[in-house]
Structures are given as C-alpha cells and as structure tokens.
C-alpha cells in the first residue's frame, strides 16, 4: 500500500478562526448550491444524488437524479456506520471492542477491507441486522440494512448527511473519544483512496465506496462520504456525501463524484 496521508485532526471552532470566514445567508448559498449540482447533473443518464450539511448556515441541501426512487447501493461506505454502532455500543458498555477489533476497524477504514467489515458485522456487532438500530436512532428513514449482503444495503445521501453530522457535530450517540477516533481513522485513508469529495479541498476526511454490478446490468456504483474543512480558516467545514449507480465505469463515477465535490466547494469555501 502506498503511505498514508497525515492524519486529519478533529475539527473545532476557535475565535480566531470563526473570524477569518464570511457571514453566509442560506437562502442565497442553497440556491447556489442546486443551480451548480442541476447543470451537472441534469446533463447525466446515470443515477446520481448530493447532500451536505453545513453548521455555518444551519441547513441541509440535497439533490437527486433517482427516476425510480429506489435509493443507492452503499458499497464501501456502509464501513463508516459499521464503526459508528461499533463504538456507540461501546459507549454504552453494550460490546467490548479489542485491540484486534481495533485492527479490523483501521484495515476497514483505511484501506476499505471487505473481510474487516464482514468480521465486525458479524462478530463484533453480531449480525448485518444490527445496524438498523444506527439507522433508526439517527432517523436514517430511507436506509435498511441488507441482510445477506451488507455492499446492498440501500440508502440516500440525505441518510448519509445524519450519519456524518453524528460523527463530526454535536450530538449524543457518540462520545467524544469515540468521534475521535473515527475522524482520525477518515483522515488517514490510504493514498489510493484519497479521491471524491476530496477534491480541491484543503483538509478533508472521507469514506469512499464502489463496486462493479455490470454483470447484473446495473454499472458501476461509485459513493464518496466524509468532511470538507479547512483547519485554518473553517474548522467545521461541512459534511457531504455523493452516490452514483449505473456508471458505465469507475472511472466515470470518479469523474461525475469529483466535479459535484468541487462544485461544491467552489461555494462553500470560496477563495478568498
């Protein structure tokens, strides 16, 4: 594996820094926010949605190319919920969580290892069910768990937003230590997968996924989760998450992910 980038620190807003960053209207930042994600993705065959969240102006924006209403497969990115009711349960004294578990968790994160995720699904939280108890206290209403193959779980970048505000916002289904731990492990993924809602960003922390469902005519499912900041002038930053089913390749999905992420950041960190 290639080296690992530096580690991303957990975000905090400081005095300092809250000054160095422009007043926002929402209004005006929402309505940028579609017309830039509608002249991408309107032009596209694929299935295609985005959200984010953003502390600074206390909204959620989505949108979604999803004819059929059917949601989008997680692939890789179920991993961040995986370790999220791993520690939550944690917490709260449910589960012990051992220094191997501990190791499956960073192979999991950091490299996307399937068979780390499947033995904390079943070993560790002890079913592939177990983690519709996330999705129900978080409210994840349009995501349940798949029971046979956890990469077919379906979601929506709305449910995925809940998911990364309990990691990287207040709330209280993760300790501190606990949100830690998890930013740290998104901050440090390998090189190779250090692309999606990365790009053009100063700072990030992310959970990719993708998987290949040509055989079944279903594409390519290509998904980027994870936290945009910048340490210096925006700590907070903001969360997203971007999935895409039925790319014809990866390498298009990547694309598509890509030029949504830095659309994105365009407005919500505009140069200065």
């Known amino acids: 594996m290639k ?12 005095a300092n820094s809250s000054e160095k960053v422009t007043a926002v209207d929402p209004k005006q930042q929402r309505q ?22 953003s502390p600074r102006s206390k909204q959620s924006v989505t949108y979604n190319r999803d ?11 179920i991993k961040a919920s995986i370790l999220t009711e791993l520690l939550h349960q944690r917490d709260r004294g449910q589960l012990t969580f051992t220094s191997g578990e501990q190791t499956l968790a960073e192979s999991m ?7 780390a995720a ?8 002890g079913s592939y069910g177990a983690l519709n108890n996330l999705y129900q206290n978080l409210q ?70 993708w998987m290949d469902l040509s055989d079944n005519g279903l594409g390519w499912q290509v998904n980027s989760i994870g936290h945009v900041y910048d340490k210096h002038r925006d700590p907070q930053g903001y969360v997203i998450a971007i999935y895409t ?28």
Do not use: C, F
């Open 3 to 14: 080296a690992e980038r530096k580690a991303g620190t957990e975000p905090k807003a400081t």
């Open 32 to 53: 940028q926010l579609l017309a830039a994600w509608q002249k991408i993705i309107d032009h596209q065959s694929v299935k295609v949605g985005i959200a984010i969240y």
């Open 67 to 77: 004819t059929d209403g059917s949601g989008y497969y997680v692939a890789s990115t």
């Open 109 to 115: 994160i950091r490299y996307s290892d399937n068979n």
């Open 118 to 125: 499947t033995g904390l699904l079943s070993n560790g939280l």
């Open 140 to 209: 994840m209403t349009h995501t349940t768990a798949n029971l046979t193959s956890w990469s077919m779980t379906k979601t929506t970048p709305a449910d995925q937003v809940k998911l990364l505000r309990t990691i990287y916002y207040p709330s209280n289904y993760l300790t501190s230590r606990s949100k830690h731990y998890i930013q740290n492990l998104m901050g440090t993924v390998s090189h190779e997968q250090s692309w999606g809602v990365s790009k053009d960003a100063p700072d990030y922390q992310l959970k990719n996924g």
């Open 245 to 272: 089913n039925q790319d014809a390749t990866m390498q298009q999905g990547v694309t598509l992910v890509e030029s949504l992420a830095a659309a994105t950041r365009k407005i919500m960190q505009p140069s200065h």
